[in-house]
């Protein structure tokens, strides 16, 4: 009897331990410096986490849910599900991934705006239809889904490839954008 109820107070213990891990322990293990994130002001469990802000080498993102696949326990693959909570009509979502050395994106779809994010490219905003791009290090190795893009031309801005020369509209790479010359 005495044995049974030990028992039972472990299981209850380690189920708890598990429902109110912290949120940082999934970020470090999907290692989100190595894919040039950053985040500020984590908040919440594994389960049930907030990121105030979440940026991209220095570009604010936004602020974002956070919620680990169950999955992600069971093996070294961590799904980390993120929804973004200030992100207007088209907010961001989908899965950052990391399995032993390989990181990335999985299944995102949402409007980003860019900003100052790709330098002096006039480029207003992406908008992103089922995107997974990964890497292991610094090498792409899966990249797929649709990216279409605003581009800011003075204070106006114009879908990527509705109105521009044939010459400057933008392709795609296996895992980059390039510009036809």
Known sequence: MMMRLLWTLIAIALAAAVALFPLSFALDRVDLGAMGLSVRDPSGTIWNGHVGDLSLRGH???????????????????????????????????????????????????????????????????????????????????????????????????????????RYRARTSACGWRCAA
């Open 60 to 166: 604010s993102l936004g602020a974002f849910d956070l919620t680990l696949a169950p999955q992600s326990l069971l093996g070294e693959t961590v799904d980390l599900d993120f929804s973004q909570s200030d992100g207007g009509e088209q907010p961001l979502t989908g899965s950052l991934r990391a399995d032993g050395t390989r990181r990335g994106i999985s299944g995102t779809n949402g409007r980003l705006a860019t900003g100052d994010l790709f330098g002096r490219l006039p480029l207003d905003t992406l908008v992103l239809s089922d995107v997974t791009i990964m890497f292991d290090g610094q090498a792409c190795v899966e990249a797929s889904g649709k990216v279409a893009g605003d581009v800011a031309i003075g204070s106006a801005a114009l879908p990527c490839n509705a109105r521009l020369p044939e």
